[in-house]
């Protein structure tokens, strides 16, 4: 052992690099660093990443806690047409994030990152900071789910709000402590998460097979379905506002997205991995509504929201699947917002915001910014009422979900309108080497005649199988759809929704004018008016340009002026000024 110390003094290279490449680093990091901290950057896949991710946060706390609830009030006809409005916006949102990521070349910032390469980054801080926003509403959401889950179960009739709002608080601090520790611990949770969360689904869809008939819970019953069949809406409930309670399930749907620079292959995993957890979460949210349908009266469905507890065939066993789903789903919240902030701030597009760019370890993890989410969402915590929070956090998200529909479809108007001019444009071309000369510039050679497309919308569509269901069609469906259930789910929500994103594009605007533009050319408002102008009085099919009959051939030379000039005394004195020669032919 006394040689390699002797040597520590020795100036040789070679017996500094075999001293060196003995030593472990692990001696080096402090332990606790070593094993709670990510060193190393961490990829995932399909389905251990976007599916995991996306199918916590859509499929949570608000299908267990309301979905009695939903068929209560509305019945299930009504409650299946909730979630079709609910899973067809969802998937015009994940169609056409899909068709955004097949067609520019997005490398961080997700949603923010997508507005951002369309519309420029004025546009895109703006969308991105309401993202933001309504992800911060949907962790003060399932949080006050989750302590209403517990209070409600310690006290059917709690009288307490405040106890509800404490137990709330300290799930939010203690989730961001564990947030914190990494992606890498986080994504490991998430799965362990998902596999108690099937097992609590398994254990309700027992429980209502093996009902008994008490008070309230019929089992399977054709008087208990044919009762909930139709709606029977409480005092002050409506189709509306139930769908603003439920829809928050499809908040998670963009979870995949986040995820994009932690992923191997982003196109592939986030398409796949979203449109699967879609698929899925529909097809329980069906199987909870029928079966709560076929088992439960009517009125128990509207006063008792820990009804689906009561059914389950164990009862701590689907406890915890429900309070499982809360706790996913604020980590999923916790996870993805803090990340779309930070790059937000990176871009330096609002300057007051510049710090919440800082991250830690070789994942760059926001701690500022996940931090700060943590903080805004108590606030909103202090709300305490599941059915207030959640029409306000489907506000932000339905305006995200509009933002990127419109992208979409833009992007494709104006692709199609750029490949549509470079086709006219090249007609014209060969049309005029047929008839005319051309006019020639021997100072500068020949030059195309149009500028060539934006790489960007040059770039092949993908060979993966999603692209064949992406249409612009359906993005306008999705954009128009967005806006006006914001609107119908309540009117003062959507106005203070639409005003705050207002006043965050004005500001942008003005302390960032010189913000890069985005690719998109397509003006909605001149395309619409052509539209109703093509509707009153049709157009021809053909596309028409006017071509001179004759056009003669000039040629233009350039020559520097000199005393050699006739007029050279009477001109100014023009510093580098030229005269051109007209020599016709």
């Known amino acids: 052992m006394g040689n390699p110390v002797q040597n520590l003094d020795d100036d040789s290279p070679k017996q500094r690099t075999e001293l060196w490449d003995e030593i472990d680093e692990s001696y080096l990091v402090e332990w606790w660093k070593a094993n709670f901290f990510i060193r190393k950057p961490v990829l995932f896949g399909t389905w251990d990443g976007v599916f995991t991710s996306c199918m916590l946060n859509i499929f949570g706390l608000v299908v267990f806690l309301r979905a009695g609830w939903m068929v209560g ?84 009739e709690p009288s307490n709000q405040w106890l509800l709002r404490g137990i709330g608080i300290g799930t939010v601090v203690v989730l961001t402590v564990i947030a914190l520790f990494g992606v890498k611990y986080l994504i490991r949770l998430q799965l362990a998460l998902l596999g108690i969360l099937l097992v609590a689904v398994f254990d309700f869809v027992i429980g209502c097979c093996i009902a008994d008939s008490t008070s309230g819970i019929t089992g399977f019953n054709k008087t208990s379905f044919s009762n909930n069949l139709q709606s029977n809406f409480a005092e002050g409930q409506s189709f509306f506002s139930v769908l603003g309670v439920f829809f928050p399930t499809a908040t998670g749907l963009m979870a995949g997205v986040n995820m994009q620079g932690d992923l191997k292959n982003p196109l592939n995993n986030i398409s796949t991995g979203s449109l699967a957890a879609l698929t899925f979460s529909g097809f329980l949210y069906y199987l909870f509504a029928i079966l709560f349908a076929c088992t439960v009266e009517s009125e128990l469905l509207k006063s008792d929201y820990m009804i689906a507890s009561e059914v389950s065939w164990v009862s701590w066993l689907f406890l915890c699947g429900l309070y499982i789903a809360s706790l996913s789903s604020i980590l999923g919240s916790l996870y993805g917002a803090p990340r779309v902030f930070q790059s937000i701030a990176c871009d330096n597009i609002i300057p007051i915001i510049n710090i919440f760019g800082k991250g830690r370890g070789a994942n760059n993890e926001p701690v500022i910014a996940t931090i700060t989410v943590s903080v805004v969402s108590i606030c909103f915590v202090l709300v305490g009422h599941l059915n207030i929070l959640a029409p306000i956090t489907a506000m932000p998200f339905l305006l995200t979900y509009a933002s990127i529909n419109y992208a979409y479809f833009s992007l494709s108007m104006s692709e199609e309108s750029a490949i549509r001019t470079s086709t006219i444009l090249d007609q014209y071309k060969k049309y005029e080497s047929e008839t005319t000369p051309i006019i020639k510039d021997n100072s500068h050679g020949n030059s195309e005649s149009y500028p060539l497309l934006d790489s960007t919308l040059q770039s092949e569509k993908s060979s993966y199988w999603h692209v064949s269901l992406q249409s612009k069609w359906l993005a306008l469906i999705g954009y128009l759809l967005s806006i006006l259930m914001m609107f119908l789910i309540n009117w003062i929500f959507a106005l203070v929704a639409f005003a705050v994103a207002f006043v965050l594009y004005f500001y942008t605007r003005t302390v960032s004018p010189g913000t890069k533009p985005g690719v998109s050319t397509f003006v909605f408002s001149k395309w619409s008016y052509h539209v109703i102008r093509r509707c009153v009085r049709p157009l021809p099919d053909e596309d028409r340009f006017v071509v001179a009959t004759e056009t003669p051939e000039v040629h233009y030379q350039t020559t520097q002026l000199t005393d050699e000039n006739v007029d050279y005394i009477d001109r100014e004195k023009v510093h580098q000024s030229v005269i051109s020669e007209h020599i016709e032919t």
């Open 73 to 156: 009030n509305a019945g299930l006809l009504l409650s299946c047409l909730i979630i079709i409005f609910t899973l067809f916006v969802g998937l015009c949102t994940v169609l056409s994030s899909n068709g955004l990521f097949a067609r520019c070349d997005i490398e961080k910032g997700g949603i923010y990152g997508i507005i951002t390469h369309v519309f420029g980054g004025k546009a895109g801080a703006t969308v991105g900071i309401m993202y933001v926003l309504g992800q911060t509403i949907c962790i003060a959401l399932y949080v006050t789910g989750f302590a209403e889950a517990i209070v409600l179960k310690l006290d059917p």
